[in-house]
């Protein structure tokens, strides 16, 4: 099926909420994977459109202003508050705390009429995108998700913890069974196995044949799952790729999102392509994370 070839079209348009993020220092900024895509394709100069949600506080006020400059067509759904993220590192990893929902990110027909694009990337970061929403548009634009922000759960006092793939809706796991790419960490995952390898038999085995799977596994690189038959194998193409450029000492926050967003723009190319499509995005991930030290 054709994609979206009107002159005006966005190179990708993604859908997800504003966050407001603290940190242990006491400083708090704007964030998001509708930020953090931004901000990179723009360095590409890329045409790229975001629907999100966000609340008035001063960090969400300054994000949407950079959203604003930063894309060609945006359009945010105001609500009462942001949601609101507390950092904290601690032994193991990064612990987080939903310190305040965001609300929802609602879709309509009349959001494909308005945003004419070449891919769409689903973003959540606190499960704020509803099943339905993944219909909007339908499989003649190609379709991508970020996991994270449903496989994600919180306790009475805002504790994040993972949620496993059976423990999403059943209209959900369809629905993302039927885009074309799905993207999450193997720290999103580890509530479902204790490798990323096994990590994906799982998602592969909950989200059905159709789309490709990628695990991010930091700077271990990543795993990823083609639905494709190789060529005289009637197999899917599974394969470990390492980082081609690893960058020590930069903030590595959003590097995921961005990962995923330039996979999700070369979504449909053939099978025999696909490992270096990946390799392009993750250089391209690695030269976001060095211009991090530039600054």
Do not use: C
């Amino acid at each position: 099926m054709l994609t979206d070839s009107r002159p005006d079209a966005l190179d990708l348009l993604v859908v997800g909420g504003l966050t407001v993020d603290r940190f242990a220092d006491g400083s708090s900024a704007p964030g998001g994977s509708v930020l953090h895509i931004a901000r990179a394709a723009a360095h590409r100069h890329l045409r790229i459109g975001v629907i999100t949600a966000a609340g008035p506080e001063a960090e969400a006020a300054a994000g949407l202003d950079e959203v604003a400059r930063l894309t060609v067509q945006h359009e945010v759904a105001s609500q009462s508050g942001t949601a609101t993220f507390v950092h904290r590192e601690q032994e193991g990893g990064r612990r987080l705390r939903l310190e305040r929902d965001g609300g929802s990110v609602v879709l309509s027909a009349s959001d494909r009429e308005r945003f004419h694009t070449a891919a769409v990337l689903y973003a959540p970061v606190a499960g704020e995108i509803e099943a339905d929403a993944l219909r909007i548009w339908d499989e003649s634009v190609p379709r991508g998700a970020i996991l994270q922000g449903w496989l994600r759960a919180s306790d009475a006092g805002g504790a994040v913890s993972n949620l496993t793939l059976a423990g999403l809706e059943e209209s959900l796991r369809e629905a993302l069974g039927r885009l074309d790419l799905l993207v999450a960490s193997s720290e999103d995952l580890r509530a479902e196995a204790a490798t990323p390898d096994a990590q994906l038999t799982a998602l592969r085995m909950a989200m059905g044949r159709t789309p490709v799977l990628v695990v991010t596994d930091g700077t271990d690189g990543l795993w990823i799952d083609h639905p494709g038959a190789r060529p005289k194998k009637d197999r899917p193409w599974r394969a470990h790729l390492a980082a081609p450029v690893l960058v020590e000492g930069a903030p590595t926050v959003g590097a995921g999102d961005i990962l995923a967003a330039f996979l999700m723009m070369g979504a449909r190319v053939p099978q025999h392509r696909w490992r270096a499509h990946v390799v392009k995005a993750m250089r391209i991930v690695a030269e976001e994370l060095e211009s991090r030290l530039e600054r």
